[in-house]
């Protein structure tokens, strides 16, 4: 189990600083994997799940949603046929905080737990 995914996000202000070239080495490692995406100059964490039917991507789409609720941050969800598509970043600081690297870790958990 990955200790980041037992972490709790903290809540995060509009001037909460984003994670240092450091930080990131150090965590992205953490998930493997994951992609770092950069959308209108926007650093972003992605990862995309596959799955063997619909309704299997959507209930795992919904469970992302209630931690995601649970948290109080939130992610970009696409589900498709067979795969979803999650993508994690903080939208007041407009980049990556260590929340988007928890949530990133607890979504695999949840991935991981939905395969056993």
Request: proline share 3%.
């Amino acid at each position: 189990m990955n200790n980041l995914s037992q972490e709790s996000c903290e809540a995060c202000r509009a001037d909460a600083p984003q994670i240092s070239d450091e930080e990131l080495k150090q965590l992205i490692g953490k998930i493997p994997d994951w992609n770092i995406e950069v959308r209108d100059s926007i650093m972003q964490l992605e990862k995309t799940f596959r799955f063997g039917s619909f309704i299997k991507a959507l209930t795992f789409s919904n469970k992302i949603g209630e931690a995601a609720e649970t948290e109080g941050h939130h992610p970009t969800l696409l589900t498709e046929w067979g795969k979803v598509t999650v993508t994690w970043w903080s939208h007041k600081i407009k980049g990556l905080h260590r929340n988007d690297f928890i949530m990133a870790a607890r979504t695999d958990e949840i991935f991981k737990q939905s395969h056993d």
